[in-house]
């Protein structure tokens, strides 16, 4: 299930919003991206996470890489920002 629309987005959910060609290339490259070998090892490294904490199916925080090699659970919002505008 798609997750509920948020009454502040950010600027780039307002973006994508109101420009569907930008949207949809986004999703384009995003699937191109997510079906590579490496990246399903790293979802299946944190869904395992998930499971172990007893956090899986139940919505809420995700698991999250620390610095210090370790993982776990943290704001979903703002573990994937990490790389994004945090970064700039």
Not at 13 to 34: I, T, V
């Amino acid at each position: 299930m798609a997750p509920r629309r948020v009454k502040n987005p950010s600027k780039t959910a307002k973006y994508y919003r109101e420009n569907r060609e930008a949207y949809l290339k986004k999703l384009a490259k995003q699937s191109k991206e997510n079906s590579k070998p490496s990246n399903k090892e790293y979802r299946r490294k944190l869904a395992m996470k998930r499971r172990e904490a007893g956090l899986m199916g139940k919505g809420g925080k995700d698991m999250c890489h620390q610095s210090n090699g370790k993982i776990k659970p943290c704001n979903a919002k703002k573990n994937r920002a990490k790389g994004g505008g945090q970064k700039r």
